[in-house]
């Protein structure tokens, strides 16, 4: 079946510095996709929705300059959290949405620890 | 808005018994609903969902679902639980091409 990309499962960096996500499509273009954001033992929460070669939707209360999200080819979209403070600290999980068929499929995660 | 509820933070069940996992939701529109499981420090796994055509949904690993429209429900059941089936478990909902709104998440715990 079709699969997503998350790299790196594991990221442990320093408060301050910036961490970079990526979210690939490995089998599959994908027009379109999502950042989710997951707390310990909470649901999911949308960050942004992605669009190759433009700029991506922030949701209400996601700063767009702190969540950088480039989706710039058709199998790529990367999150870059800038200046990482601990509260930064999460897990975030991407999805990608099939061209055509429009199935929805979700990467294994990033979990992000900032010291 | 849409939104999904899964009114119970746990569900507790012995290995063989039916289970169930409870899931209601509000849109305005054709609802399409999923069923995602998560297991520790992984991502979603897709189980099952309703787009259209019969109530009930099979899925993978035995669940199964049942569309309610009248009561605006997405249950997801299994006949037989096992103790490999513990894990986080996600309802969400969309319309169109809007994005996945998820619920809270239910974690089962399959006792042996």
């Known amino acids: 079946g079709a699969v997503v990309s998350q790299h790196p499962s594991r990221v442990i960096c320093k408060s301050g510095t910036s961490v970079k996500i990526e979210c690939r499509s490995l089998?599959?273009?994908?027009?379109?996709m999502f950042w989710y954001r997951q707390f310990p033992k909470q649901s999911l929460m949308l960050m942004a929705t992605?669009?190759?070669?433009?700029?991506?939707?922030?949701e209400q209360g996601v700063e767009k300059d702190k969540f950088l999200i480039n989706h710039a080819s058709l199998t790529l979209s990367t999150l870059t959290v800038t200046s990482a403070h601990p509260e930064d600290s999460s897990f975030y999980i991407c999805?990608?949405?099939?061209?055509?068929?429009?199935?929805?499929?979700f990467g294994e995660g990033s979990r992000l620890t900032v010291l | 808005a849409q939104s999904v509820a899964q009114p119970e933070d746990q569900v507790n069940v012995a290995e063989g018994n039916p289970l169930t996992v409870k899931c209601t939701y509000s849109?305005?529109?054709?609802?399409?609903l999923f069923w995602y499981v998560q297991y520790p420090n992984r991502g979603l796994q897709f189980l099952l969902k309703?787009?259209?055509?019969?109530?009930l949904v099979k899925g993978s690993y035995g669940f199964e679902a049942e569309f309610n429209k009248s009561q605006t429900s997405f249950h997801l059941k299994k006949p037989s639980a096992l103790v490999s089936d513990s894990a986080l478990y996600f309802c969400a909902v969309r319309t169109g091409n809007t994005p996945l709104v998820f619920g809270k998440g239910t974690r089962l715990s399959v006792i042996a």
């Open positions: 992605s669009n190759e070669g433009s700029k991506a939707t922030y």
């Open positions: 999805s990608a949405r099939a061209q055509g068929s429009g199935e929805l499929f």
């Open positions: 089998d599959f273009q994908a027009t379109t």
């Open positions: 849109v305005s529109g054709n609802p399409y």
């Open positions: 309703y787009i259209t055509g019969d109530n």
